[in-house]
């Protein structure tokens, strides 16, 4: 049974950071395509971010240059540094998994306010 659980969301002021995690378990994120999707009420997924198993980084257009994805093979989890947060970050955050089904996390909720 594939699971994938993040963490790291929270309310954070503009131009913070935070750090997403996603611990996966059923699979070994390694071999797979891992990224992380957004998404706010009424509006469709968005991409933020992708990392295939020969590391090759994929970004959303909107967070280009603020936003690094990345893999700890020993954990088995893939990460989310996110600086300069705007407010118009503030989205659920999913972590997503092609292996090769796609499977989804239930999501952390990041709010970027003063």
């Known amino acids: 049974q594939v699971q994938l659980v993040e963490s790291g969301g929270g309310l954070v002021q503009p131009g913070g950071s935070l750090r997403l995690s996603c611990a996966a378990s059923?699979?070994?994120?390694?071999?797979?395509?891992m990224g992380w999707y957004r998404q706010n009420l009424g509006k469709q997924r968005e991409l933020v971010a992708t990392?295939?198993?020969?590391?090759?980084?994929n970004y959303g257009d909107s967070v280009k240059g603020r936003i690094t994805i990345s893999r700890d093979n020993v954990k088995n989890t893939v990460y989310l540094q996110m600086n300069n947060l705007k407010p118009e970050d503030t989205a659920e955050y999913y972590c997503?998994?092609?292996?090769?089904?796609?499977?989804w996390g239930q999501g952390t909720k990041v709010t970027v306010s003063s």
């Open positions: 997503n998994a092609q292996a090769p089904n796609n499977y």
């Open positions: 059923g699979i070994l994120s390694r071999f797979y395509v």
């Open positions: 990392m295939t198993s020969g590391g090759i980084t």
